[in-house]
């Protein structure tokens, strides 16, 4: 449950500390990729650690996720400026993404069938308070410890995330049945990236930037309509 709570929890408690980085970093216009950076590379992340969770183990997985988003928060503290912050914002997702869907499989994997209904409450129940404890955190921290202490929050909470995995039973998961969808995973970093980076550029230019969007909108439709072709004719779907 904590590492749910982490990954949910650090996509809200850096939105009340943006203001403070702009103010400290500068370059207002590309702050909110501070936001943006991490939500792509979770929402990237998320199947490529489910079927690496089924070949190589659950737990196992999420350790490697786990490090590395605690590796990226250092580097979020300490980063000097905003394309730098949002470039370890994107590391700390791809190990966000991997905490997010590593917790959920972990419940149909260890709990037996009559208690996931429960478990699965109780997961629900740290998404949502996470959800509101991130900004009320982000706001306390940010204004007694400064913008850095959002980031560095983090490393302990981690720590004892990583004790109590040590509780999780291990599994071996299965090496000889290894096949990747790498095709895939390209289709769908192509329709995550081009949908979200349409949406960033309407909000920010409107209607300046027409062709653009028309064209990062027609690369998010192909690309969606080969990703569900691609996905229900190979043997082994990354989705």
């Known amino acids: 449950m904590l590492p749910m709570f982490l990954a949910v929890a650090d996509q809200t ?3 009340t500390a943006l203001p403070a980085i702009a103010g400290s970093l500068g370059n207002v216009e590309q ?3 501070v936001v943006i950076s991490y939500l792509v590379a979770a929402t990237i992340a998320a199947p490529v650690y489910g079927r690496f969770g089924d070949v190589f183990g659950r737990r196992r997985v999420m350790y490697v996720g786990l490090a590395i988003f605690i ?5 979020c503290a300490w980063a000097p400026s905003v394309v730098l912050l949002s470039l370890a914002r994107l590391l700390q997702g791809l190990g966000g993404g991997g905490l997010m869907t590593s917790s959920q499989a972990l419940i149909g994997e260890t709990i037996p069938p009559r208690e996931r209904g429960r478990y699965q409450g109780y997961l629900a129940a740290v998404v949502v308070s996470s959800s509101t404890f991130g900004p009320v955190a982000g706001g306390y921290l940010t204004q007694h410890f400064g913008w850095q202490s959002v980031f560095l929050v983090n490393l302990p909470i981690g720590a004892l995330a990583g004790l109590l995995m040590l509780r999780l039973p291990a599994h071996q998961g299965r090496d000889d049945d290894w096949q990747f969808d790498s095709k895939g995973l390209g289709l769908f970093i192509l329709f995550v990236g081009s949908t979200l980076l349409a949406i960033e550029l309407s909000q ?3 209607t300046t930037l027409t062709p653009v969007l028309i064209g990062l909108a027609i690369c998010a439709i192909v690309s ?3 990703l569900v072709r691609h996905e229900t004719r190979t043997a082994s779907p990354l989705l």
Do not use: G, N
């Open 204 to 206: 920010r230019f409107e």
């Open 31 to 33: 702050i909110s990729w």
């Open 71 to 75: 590796i990226a928060s250092l580097f």
């Open 224 to 226: 969606l309509i080969l």
């Open 13 to 15: 408690i850096v939105a």
